[in-house]
């Protein structure tokens, strides 16, 4: 198992809460990711409308994401279980859909600040309309790793390519 990503994991937590308190809170999230050195804010338009992202994050967000992953890694001096569950929320009106992408480790790693409900948030992604056949997202992200989710995101907005993550990558 490649532990890059479980340590971009484990610096973004440090990095986005200063080592002191973590966004309890998407809105929170959205909020301290544009200063954190690990955090990136994107912002596309997809030639979609509204309706369909929204269903396309209530469909796949649920179906793919709620899942626990186990990891394993050993190398000549240690061995390493790490458990991971992922929480997606979708909320959707009129006007917005969110999907909210949070994760809680189980097993094998230290909490190094308090843990909101659900889990620490990992990416949020905002869907607005723009016209009848277009649609902008705000896509709140670590910089770094966690790639296969942040694409699966990206094509579920679009609409190309639509699938699953291996969130284990």
Same mark, same amino acid.
């Given at each position: ?14 990095? /986005?809460?200063?080592?002191?308190? &973590?966004? !309890? ?5 959205? $909020?301290?990711?544009? @200063? ?62 969110? /999907?909210?992408?949070?994760?809680? &480790?189980? !097993? ?5 600040? $308090?843990?909101?409900? @659900? ?51």
């Amino acid at each position: 198992m490649n532990r890059y990503p479980l340590l971009m994991t484990a610096l973004s937590i440090l990095t /986005l809460s200063g080592c002191v308190s &973590h966004p !309890q809170t998407a809105e929170e999230f959205r $909020k301290v990711v544009p @200063g954190a050195f690990s955090g990136k804010v994107e912002t596309f338009e997809v030639d979609r409308p509204f309706s369909q992202v929204a269903g396309t994050f209530q469909k796949m967000g649920p179906n793919c994401l709620s899942k626990t992953i186990k990891t394993t890694s050993q190398t000549n001096m240690s061995y390493q279980v790490i458990v991971t569950t992922y929480k997606p929320t979708v909320l959707v009106t009129g006007k917005k859909a969110e /999907l909210h992408v949070q994760f809680h &480790h189980e !097993q094998g790693v230290i909490a190094v600040s $308090k843990e909101p409900v @659900g889990g620490y948030y990992l990416l949020v992604a905002d869907a607005q309309p723009v016209t009848a056949s277009k649609t902008r997202i705000d896509l709140y992200r670590p910089s770094m790793g966690h790639g296969v989710l942040i694409q699966a995101v990206k094509n579920w907005a679009t609409g190309e390519n639509v699938g699953c993550p291996d969130l284990t990558k």
